[in-house]
T-cell receptor, first 115, second 115 residues
Framework: GAGVSQTPSNKVTEKGKYVELRCDPI?????LYWYRQSLGQGPEFLIY????????DSGLPNDRFFAVRPEGSVSTLKIQRTERGDSAVYLC?????????????FGPGTRLTVL | AQSVTQLGSHVSVSEGALVLLRCNYS??????LFWYVQYPNQGLQLLLK??????LVKGINGFEAEFKKSETSFHLTKPSAHMSDAAEYFC?????????????FGTGTRLLVSP
């Protein structure tokens, strides 16, 4: 079956612009996670959805970042007024549920470059 | 707060040699521990995990890890390296206090395998 997909695979934008990054989770997975991976670092948690609601958004760095999952499937990470420091690989993962013992399945990521 | 330390950003081994990737964690509550592998241009893939029970955990591709509470360690090993093992490896920790699997990753170790 299909895994987690993310689009676009690469996004280059200019400082100050708005971007949207899309994640298509594995069908039937209720839990969805966003992480950010900067160069030379491990992934850092951004936000967790259980169904349509953001159960934990404590990892979002500031109010320029926002994510939605309106129908409990596809999720979009939105970044306003992008800054050069936002350049990173944004990873999405999904899981059958949020239980700690469940495996998170990761997508290939979107590489965001802010010029 | 939880944290993970991976000693050595790069580890080089010869094909057929023992692989040892080190991971130490910090957690105030019983941890759940994970090892992920990341191949170039691919998503993170779960190698193995420790939740409860047996402290020696076997994973895919011949890898295993041992949870040692007294040493706060979860080192990853493989008896004989293959060229195909060359990748980046991430150790991660979680717990069940947040009610979901909120992963905290280390900075990663790149495994290089020479013929």
């Amino acid at each position: 079956g299909a895994g987690v997909s993310q689009t676009p695979s690469n996004k280059v934008t200019e400082k100050g612009k708005y971007v949207e990054l899309r994640c298509d989770p594995i069908s039937g997975h209720t839990a969805l996670y966003w992480y950010r991976q900067s160069l030379g670092q491990g992934p850092e948690f951004l936000i967790y959805f259980q169904g349509t609601g953001a159960a934990d958004d404590s990892g979002l760095p500031n109010d320029r970042f926002f994510a939605v999952r309106p129908e409990g499937s596809v999720s979009t990470l939105k970044i306003q007024r992008t800054e050069r420091g936002d350049s990173a690989v944004y990873l999405c993962a999904s899981s059958p549920s949020g239980l700690v013992a469940n495996e998170q399945f990761f997508g290939p990521g979107t590489r965001l470059t802010v010029l | 707060a939880q944290s993970v330390t991976q000693l050595g950003s790069h580890v080089s081994v010869s094909e057929g040699a023992l692989v040892l990737l080190r991971c130490n964690y910090s957690s105030s509550v019983p941890p759940y521990l994970f090892w992920y592998v990341q191949y170039p241009n691919q998503g993170l893939q779960l190698l193995l995990k420790y939740t409860t029970g047996a402290t020696l955990v076997k994973g895919i591709n011949g890898f295993e890890a041992e949870f040692k509470k007294s040493e706060t360690s979860f080192h990853l090993t493989k008896p004989s390296a293959h060229m195909s093992d060359a990748a980046e490896y991430f150790c991660a920790v979680s717990d069940d206090q947040t009610g979901f699997q909120k992963l905290v990753f280390g900075t990663g170790t790149r495994l290089l395998v020479s013929p």
